[in-house]
C-alpha cells in the first residue's frame, strides 16, 4: 500500500521534473557551459505556448534611440545580452536558451519591430519565446521599450523583412 | 576591523571625516547607533540612512540590516564574508564582465567586532512593511517545491540571473544576482515577501525587473527562496 503511494509519489516528481527540463531557463547538463549559437528562424522553444495575438503599436520611428536607452540597455539587458548585444552577457553561460544575438541580421531581419516590442514587454515566455528573456513591461514603459526595439535594429544594422 | 585588511585604514580615515555628520544625523532621528558602522568605515560603501544620497553606492544599502537580514547569518558572515553577488554590486565597474572589484575580498571583523556590528545593524529598521501570511514560515513538501519551481524557473525565468538548486541538489543558475543557494540562512522572509512586490522600497536602482505577482504567486516564491538553507529540513 505504502509502496503504491511512493511509486505515485516518484512518478509525480518524474512528469515534474520532466515539464522542467522541457520548458524550464535553466542551464541543463548537456549544455552547461557551451551555449548553443541560435540558428536562423529557430522554432520557438516553448512550442506548447500559444503566441498571443501581437497588439498594435504606433510607428516605432517615433521613439528615437538617446542616451538613456543605451543606458537602459547596458543596466538591464547586457547582463544577459552582452555589452556589445552579441548574446554572451554574464549570465549566457548559465541559461538552457542562449540570450539572442542583437547584431544578428539574418535572424532578427524575421522578426517585424511589434514582435520584438511584445516580447520585451511581456517576456519570453508569452511571445513563443525562452523564458530566460524576462518580461520589463512592469519596469520599462512603453515608449522605452520601442526606443530599444530601435536600438536593436541599429545593432543588427537591420530592419524587418 | 582587522587592521590588517588593505583598505581598513583607508577608510578609518574617511569614516573620522564623515562621523560628525553621521553622528549628527544619528541623534536627530533618534535612530540606532550606527557609530560602530562608522568607525569601522561601512559608510565608505553602505547608506546607513535613507537620506544620504544614492550616487557614489559601492555596495547594497544597509539602512533596513533589521528587517533583511538573520543575526545568526549577519554575525558568521561579518568574520568570515563570502561572496553573495557572484559578480559584485550593481554598480561595480566589473559587474558586467562578471568580475567584482570594489571589496574583494569583503573586510572581516573579528568576533566582539561582529558582535557589535551585528547589535547595530539588527536595529537598523525601516516602518511600514506588509506583514507576511504565517505560510510563508511553514515548511515545503517536496510536490509544492517541484510545483513552485516551474514558477520560478519556467513561468518567471528566475534562475537566469539567480542560483539556486536543481533536481539533485547542485547549484545552477545565473550570476547577475545574488546567490539563494543559502537565501533561507540569509533573509528573513517577510522582507524577501515585501521585496518581491515593493523592490525600488529597498534598492531605488534594481537591475532586476519588477514582477506583477498575484498574491499566492508572492507567497509561493517566497517560500521557494527560503527553502534555501545550507542544511535543509528534507521533507
Redesign the interface.
Known amino acids: 500500500m505504502t509502496g503504491r503511494i511512493r511509486n505515485h509519489?516518484s512518478l509525480?516528481?518524474v512528469l515534474?521534473?520532466l515539464?522542467?527540463v522541457l520548458?524550464?531557463?535553466?542551464?541543463d547538463k548537456q549544455s552547461?557551459g557551451r551555449p548553443r549559437p541560435p540558428t536562423e528562424n529557430e522554432p520557438p522553444v516553448v512550442a506548447t505556448v500559444p503566441v498571443e495575438p501581437v497588439p498594435q503599436t504606433p510607428a516605432p520611428k517615433a521613439h528615437p534611440v538617446t542616451a538613456k536607452t543605451k543606458e537602459t540597455y547596458?543596466?538591464?539587458c547586457?547582463?544577459?545580452h552582452g555589452?556589445k548585444g552579441k548574446g554572451n552577457?554574464?549570465?549566457a553561460p548559465?541559461?538552457a536558451v542562449p540570450p539572442r544575438d542583437h547584431t544578428k541580421a539574418a535572424y532578427l531581419e524575421t522578426r517585424s519591430d511589434e514582435q520584438l516590442f511584445h516580447v520585451i514587454k511581456f517576456?519570453?515566455?508569452a511571445g513563443g519565446r525562452?523564458?530566460?528573456?524576462?518580461?520589463?513591461g512592469?519596469?520599462l514603459d512603453d515608449d522605452m521599450i520601442h526606443s530599444l526595439v530601435n536600438y536593436i535594429r541599429e545593432l543588427c544594422h537591420c530592419e524587418a523583412l | 576591523m582587522t587592521t590588517t585588511t588593505p583598505f581598513s585604514r583607508r577608510f578609518l580615515f574617511g569614516a573620522l571625516l564623515l562621523l560628525p555628520l553621521l553622528t549628527g544625523i544619528g541623534k536627530a532621528h533618534a535612530g540606532p547607533d550606527v557609530a560602530s558602522l562608522v568607525e569601522n568605515g561601512c559608510d565608505a560603501c553602505h547608506r546607513l540612512e535613507a537620506s544620504i544620497p544614492e550616487e557614489g553606492r559601492k555596495g547594497p544599502d544597509l539602512f533596513f540590516s533589521g528587517n533583511k537580514f538573520q543575526k545568526q547569518w549577519l554575525l558568521n558572515w561579518l568574520q568570515s564574508p563570502q561572496p553573495v553577488r557572484p559578480s559584485g554590486y550593481t554598480s561595480d565597474p566589473g559587474f558586467l564582465e562578471g568580475k567584482p572589484t570594489v571589496a574583494v575580498p569583503h573586510p572581516a571583523a573579528d568576533a566582539p567586532e561582529a558582535q557589535a556590528l551585528t547589535e547595530a545593524l539588527m536595529q537598523m529598521k525601516v516602518e511600514g512593511l506588509e506583514t507576511a501570511p504565517p505560510e510563508v514560515a511553514e515548511p515545503l513538501s517536496k510536490g509544492l517545491r517541484f510545483k513552485i519551481k516551474i514558477l520560478f524557473e519556467r513561468d518567471y525565468g528566475c534562475i537566469a540571473c539567480h542560483q539556486t538548486v536543481n533536481l539533485v541538489g547542485e547549484p545552477r543558475g545565473g550570476v547577475s544576482g545574488p546567490t539563494l543557494l543559502n537565501a533561507g540562512d540569509r533573509l528573513q522572509a517577510e522582507w524577501v515577501y515585501n521585496w518581491l512586490k515593493t523592490p525600488a522600497r529597498f534598492e531605488p536602482k534594481s537591475r532586476m525587473p519588477v514582477f506583477d505577482l498575484t498574491e499566492e504567486e508572492r507567497i509561493q516564491l517566497t517560500r521557494y527562496v527560503m527553502w534555501h538553507k545550507t542544511e535543509k529540513e528534507e521533507k
Request: charged share 10%; net charge positive.
Open positions: 509519489k509525480k516528481a515534474l521534473a515539464a522542467l520548458g524550464a531557463c535553466g542551464e552547461a547596458q543596466w538591464y547586457a547582463q544577459c555589452v552577457g554574464i549570465n548559465h541559461t517576456g519570453g515566455l525562452a523564458p530566460c528573456m524576462p518580461r520589463w512592469h519596469t
